[in-house]
């Protein structure tokens, strides 16, 4: 009996403790775990090794995805599904554990069909735009080094009088700036699943600037650049011109995703990691994600992941409410 | 209507962010925010003072507590009780927001039983060891801090071929230094909540330094140097004696206590201070702490709260449970 | 007798503990500090404030300034002058200690020529780029933000066989970029000193992709964008089409200017501030710059740091050749 | 022609990218570099490889030594150490670098009388404590930790109206609890090379305290304890007796040894590597030390280095006398 572990799509702090405790966690059980490398380019490609505790050490402090990772387009074609599973088979691999979204869920659920391969996901984007789990990882490690940037960039506004923009990461989802604006003390949060007034929020600003306030702090998600969302260059020529005070912005990009995870992600992917190996190595037939809701980890269809948009919890909205108006 | 927050026995990170936001959501919802300075002892000297934004302006990155903490002996005595109630009257405070221990909450109970001040505690303590609650705030930055500790020493056992015994805070709790081990790859946890078996670890070592292993990391609870646990001293003579590896200790003591907190203390601070300041401000008339159990807050008795010791999940014992044996 | 301190133009790291140790020495040397806030614009305004310790207490590791910067052009004009002194004298203030670059020293210097206040300036600027000067405030906190940057982006491009192009801080000089380059291991710097050959990197890089590299890191001055330097934006399209790697570019942005001050420019601070006050009280008549060069700390006029333009030490600029070709 | 470098005595951050950048400039340079591994005792055992790109992929930014130290008794004895240069024979290496202190560079100063073998040794220990040059390689990283543990430590102090004692290393030189003291903004400094006055100090603490001080931080260098000054404990008594204020002790161990090298110290690393090598592969026919002066490298003898006591800078220890007294 063999389990592979991979990782896949975007990456993020976590996913290198997720593979050191996959391997550890398999050889407390007896198992052979095998890494797959580059993803699924890499399953098609054959890069697949059996793991030794070597290629793991060490490796918990890291940030990003030791094993790598890709996006595959061939994935979409049997011929090349048909390929990745002679690859499997050659090592007697029938069990794999997936570290992604739910794009890389999808793509092993159609592998899963082809040719019966059993799999976990574990939900891993620092979007955590997953529908029916509370948390996925990485996100934990991005929000605190959104939280340095912000405490850095806020020193140097309180410098000048001035209002900065900080742009987060989250295409789809605004949690990582909602969750930044609510814990770095912001003035404004701009995401797409909260309504704003731009008016009313001028006015509120406007009286604090005149009772002595010295610098405005604004967070938005990446993803008001396509919505029906005020851009990021939009609100600082709102700031400079409406409010009337010196404006600069400071899109974070890909400092998000790396750094030296944080206990929680480290935490949640010990767990993560070592309950989907029990599950593979139960009865399990089928792919499955786990998803951590309430305190506890479940296991769910992927038709139940990919059935609904993620919706953030009402009560983190209805903290910010004061922020978007 | 007035309400006053106040910070008594440890302090920790988390305290500072649930001040400001204390003040904050006070304000916008129309409530006159005061602060008790100094804890317990402040309360019954009359160190009471209005808040202003200015008083909280900037905190939300800084350790500790800026309206600084206290243990009271005189608290016990009902004069001393009864002055503190007066103090309380001249500013028209008649409910409190306390973030203490469960000591904390039973002086505000008695007080409460005397003069009927309503108020909510909320728990915060690196220990983590209140019952009722999966969550006392300050942890994560604790947890954070041990976590760059142990990398660091890790990198200097590896450079030596050396054990590093590191003691963690938690006189009646093994929480951090539990969760430490798990996720900072330990290959040694003693915390009072685990028998561990000296014998079978050693073969465990011994087997693995002659397979080339470089280094051992152990992680040890405060508390063990009391209850029957091997004591750090103990458990370096023994790695030396009987394992055969030099070995150094490091007790990390009050560096885990402070620090800029990290998001995952300034969002529960966030969330526990407005869900408080909500239960006051209804028709709350009694003493309750507020806790995170299956990501829900709830509000439980003091009785409650201290009538069992705080177990860790067994959960997370289990994952240790390869570190012990 | 009396003291003043400001800072002007850019805010760096370094500040704070630079006005801490000016309040503190004052004390100590039994002279009164004055704070003057925002920079020449509350020079002229009068916002001018006797210092007491409660002023200074705990801002070390804060980054910006507490008194606040900024840029001034009524500072050109005579008669804003003229009422800048008025404020002065209205205090008893005759010396001045200012932190910033060349530009806000020419601008004391014609303070110095019509009134006659004497002053030290202390090179401030995280571009480092003031001659006769080996070091300015703040370039060491600087550096420290952008190699955790970098360090993090390069996670996450080795977890993807990517390039990234972080672009660094520096208008018209590459220190920041050259001296990133070197310490955290780039492939490519491209800053306005250092002449680059394209085809020869181009080929060194393909070799080093066939051979296995999985990742490179570009670190590219700001100043590039406007020179005869290839552009960010046109270095990202280099690399995906002529190397043919995915790449991602990393504006750094304002994040370089903030943070808890690093030992080193907090150890700077306290010489360059102590050294400016003994100058100050002693038999010093003009205005004059503090320099550090060859481990010392010296005193320079106005007009030899403004007869050249900053040079980088040529065995930096050597160490980086590899990177260029 | 070959090279070999190693790591001895102590380890200390900014080791790590020392060996890197000695690889890629032994490439450049078209000279093979050689790893020897666990210091002197792995050269007596011949623990000596070829160096490849990927032995030092991705090590700059890990604390400590990846070819790991050692101390060793065996080589002083000159049967082990004619084994050693055997060892080197077998490779074709006549030249070694070696990073550590003054014993180490002693050791190899015998083997060069021995057997002709050339060396440049980099000074590299926290201690700050080699005679001949302005810096030892690590220290920068340790002042930082020692900064974060401190900025720490007060949060918590000013929490309860306390003092805390912080113990850094030092067993010789006061260098890190100087510096520290200076740029963390302590009250009191207690170190071997300056004289206190307990009577004055506690004068001058009561009267701050009774003016509102809220808490005192001391840093005590760890070779106090032996010596004529007063020792941790002690002073933690005579604070909490004498000054009547409660007292908690930190003892900040091998937390200071680790830790990602600061830019500063990946920046002496690169310079002290390369000019090292320089060196060696020009004239050099003998052993000598690299040292930092007055801005400037230079090569000095193993005498020099070890003709005198290191003495520290005449104005650092200025900066620190308001602290003893």
Same mark, same amino acid.
């Given at each position: 009996?063999?389990?592979?572990?991979?990782?896949?799509?975007?990456?993020?702090?976590?996913?290198?403790?997720?593979?050191?405790?996959?391997?550890?966690?398999?050889?407390?059980?007896?198992?052979?775990?095998?890494?797959?490398?580059?993803?699924?380019?890499?399953?098609?490609?054959?890069?697949?090794?059996?793991?030794?505790?070597?290629?793991?050490?060490?490796?918990?402090?890291?940030?990003?995805?030791?094993?790598?990772?890709?996006?595959?387009?061939?994935?979409?074609?049997?011929?090349? *599904?048909?390929?990745?599973?002679?690859?499997?088979?050659?090592?007697?691999?029938?069990?794999?554990?997936?570290?992604?979204?739910?794009?890389?869920? *999808?793509?092993?659920?159609?592998?899963?069909?082809?040719?019966?391969?059993?799999?976990?996901?574990?939900?891993?984007?620092?979007?955590?735009?997953?529908?029916?789990?509370?948390?996925?990882?990485?996100?934990?490690?991005?929000?605190?080094?959104? *939280?340095?940037?912000?405490?850095?960039?806020?020193?140097?506004?309180?410098?000048?009088?001035?209002?900065?923009?900080?742009?987060?990461?989250?295409?789809?989802?605004?949690?990582?700036?909602?969750?930044?604006?609510?814990?770095?003390?912001?003035?404004?949060?701009?995401?797409?699943?909260?309504?704003?007034?731009?008016?009313?929020?001028?006015?509120?600003?406007?009286?604090?600037?005149?009772?002595?306030?010295?610098?405005?702090?604004?967070?938005?998600?990446?993803?008001?650049?396509?919505?029906?969302?005020?851009?990021?260059?939009?609100?600082?020529?709102?700031?400079?011109?409406?409010?009337?005070?010196?404006?600069?912005?400071?899109?974070?990009?890909? /400092?998000? *995703?790396?750094?030296?995870?944080?206990?929680?992600?480290?935490?949640?992917?010990?767990?993560?990691?070592?309950?989907?190996?029990?599950?593979?190595?139960?009865?399990?037939?089928?792919?499955? /994600?786990?998803?951590?809701?309430?305190?506890?980890?479940?296991?769910?269809?992927?038709?139940?992941?990919?059935?609904?948009?993620?919706?953030?919890?009402?009560?983190?909205?209805?903290?910010?409410?004061?922020?978007?108006?």
């Amino acid at each position: 009996m063999a389990i592979a572990i991979m990782t896949s799509g975007g990456d993020c702090a976590g996913m290198n403790p997720a593979i050191k405790q996959f391997v550890d966690y398999c050889y407390t059980n007896e198992v052979q775990p095998y890494l797959i490398y580059d993803g699924l380019e890499g399953l098609i490609d054959g890069a697949i090794k059996a793991a030794t505790y070597e290629d793991v050490a060490g490796i918990m402090h890291e940030g990003g995805t030791k094993i790598r990772s890709s996006r595959s387009k061939r994935f979409f074609e049997y011929e090349y *599904r048909k390929q990745a599973f002679e690859n499997l088979q050659k090592h007697g691999i029938d069990k794999i554990v997936i570290l992604g979204g739910d794009g890389s869920f *999808r793509a092993l659920n159609q592998f899963h069909k082809d040719f019966g391969v059993n799999f976990v996901g574990i939900p891993a984007t620092i979007d955590n735009d997953i529908y029916g789990t509370e948390y996925c990882l990485g996100v934990d490690t991005a929000l605190n080094i959104i *939280r340095q940037a912000t405490d850095a960039v806020r020193d140097t506004s309180a410098s000048f009088r001035r209002a900065c923009v900080i742009e987060t990461m989250g295409r789809d989802c605004g949690y990582l700036a909602l969750v930044s604006a609510i814990t770095c003390g912001a003035e404004i949060c701009i995401i797409p699943e909260l309504e704003y007034d731009l008016d009313s929020i001028g006015k509120r600003l406007k009286g604090e600037l005149a009772n002595g306030r010295k610098y405005i702090v604004c967070l938005v998600a990446e993803g008001c650049n396509k919505d029906k969302c005020i851009s990021t260059p939009n609100l600082v020529r709102w700031l400079e011109e409406d409010i009337g005070i010196e404006t600069r912005a400071t899109i974070l990009g890909h /400092v998000q *995703r790396g750094g030296n995870p944080t206990v929680f992600d480290r935490l949640m992917a010990s767990e993560f990691v070592s309950y989907s190996i029990d599950k593979l190595l139960s009865d399990h037939k089928e792919g499955s /994600v786990i998803v951590y809701k309430k305190s506890e980890f479940e296991f769910v269809s992927i038709e139940h992941v990919n059935s609904q948009k993620y919706k953030i919890r009402e009560d983190l909205l209805e903290l910010a409410k004061r922020l978007v108006n």
